[in-house]
């Protein structure tokens, strides 16, 4: 299902960014391999499910956590 999501979501064309562990970052992001979410003001950790050291960041809008609750 979070295969399906992600496909359907990028269009021919679209570049996603990846994150090493370790890196500086801030904000919310993905584990490339199992789509763990983690939230970061810091540095990138490796995944703590799946061990993976490669992120890509969540789509963020201003409305994402409101469409949540609603």
Do not use: I, K
Not at 11 to 32: I, L, M, N, T
């Amino acid at each position: 299902m979070l295969d399906e999501a992600r496909h359907a979501a990028q269009r021919e064309g679209d570049f996603v960014e990846f994150y090493a562990a370790g890196a500086a970052a801030r904000g919310e992001f993905h584990c490339s391999d199992c789509g763990y979410g983690v939230t970061v003001h810091g540095n990138l950790p490796q995944c703590p499910m799946c061990a993976c050291t490669t992120w890509e960041p969540a789509d963020w809008t201003p409305f994402t956590r409101a469409r949540l609750q609603a």
